[in-house]
């Protein structure tokens, strides 16, 4: 292995990738546990159930294959639906590709097999930080996180398969699996599309829970996120602080020699030290 993926320096990127990372297990523990129930109450073999999370790693597309194999369905059928879902991660890899441009292949391969929502978010904000001529770093920052993530999904899958048959039924915990992905799809432009899309997504897989094959989860996600991005379309543009810097109008001269570009073409430099949005 290369000498740059070892060292110090190399232990702290990985270490701060991880540390980015936990913020996210927070909101996917719960719903990795959801789908360890379901594998638990899917009656398939326990082993074949949780096989789902490594061989998929995408919650959606997992919550169908277990659906699917549950009911009974052909291998085939399967395979052409996880698909389907998961065709979202080849934008993904496309926003990333401009990243792992020149790296090892064995790199580019795992770095892809880790790409979701939340390793996409944290590794997106590392790589804009990152300088053009080196971006091993960012590559280690993006490990860390990414293998954190796979680790706690895996770990939260087992525990709901191991006390998933003394869960109640009647709390119907499949709910959080279309409220999470409702809250991970829609452009959170305001907190009122977000609202408005849980609270579709929750309606829909209420009436839908008689629907053959849980096709009502992804019936309550399709609405979800519709309604979510209607209501970000019909949001009020954001409103102008109420304090304003004073005008510079009066501190420029009517006419700007032609060595000095204009203030309104060109845009102001940041102020020293100050973070970009790129970076928050």
């Known amino acids: 292995m290369n000498s740059a993926w070892c060292g110090r320096e190399a232990r702290a990127e990985a270490g701060a990738g991880a540390r980015a990372m936990l913020p996210w297990l927070a909101g996917i523990g719960p719903f ?4 360890g129930v379901s594998a638990a109450r899917a009656g398939i073999p326990p082993l074949a159930a949780w096989l789902t999370g490594p061989l998929i790693f995408a919650g959606s597309a997992q919550v169908a294959a277990l659906a699917l194999l549950g009911a009974g369905a052909a291998g085939a059928v399967v395979v052409v ?11 993904y890899s496309a926003a990333m590709a401009p990243y792992w441009r020149g790296s090892p292949r064995w790199w580019r391969a795992l770095a892809a097999y880790l790409i979701v929502e939340p390793s996409l978010a944290v590794g997106l904000d590392r790589y804009r930080r990152s300088a053009p001529d080196d971006r091993q770093p960012a590559h280690l920052y993006y490990l860390g996180g990414g293998l954190v993530l796979w680790a706690g999904w895996l770990a939260t899958i087992a525990l709901g398969q191991v006390v998933g048959t003394r869960v109640p039924a009647g709390l119907h915990l499949e709910f959080v699996v279309p409220l999470f992905l409702v809250g991970d799809l829609v452009p959170r432009l305001s907190v009122r599309a977000a609202g408005w899309a849980a609270l579709a997504a929750a309606a829909v897989a209420l009436a839908a829970r008689p629907a053959p094959a849980q096709t009502g989860i992804m019936l309550a996600i399709l609405v979800g996120v519709t309604v979510g991005l209607r209501a970000s379309g019909d949001a009020d543009p954001v409103p102008v602080p109420a304090a304003v810097p004073e005008p510079l109008s009066d501190a420029v001269p009517e006419s700007l020699p032609d060595s000095i570009s204009d203030p309104v073409s ?9 973070r970009s949005g790129d970076a928050r």
């Open 266 to 274: 060109d845009p102001v430099p940041a102020p020293a030290g100050a």
């Open 32 to 35: 990795g546990f959801v789908i």
């Open 81 to 91: 639906t996880v698909l389907a879902i998961n065709a979202r991660l080849v934008l």
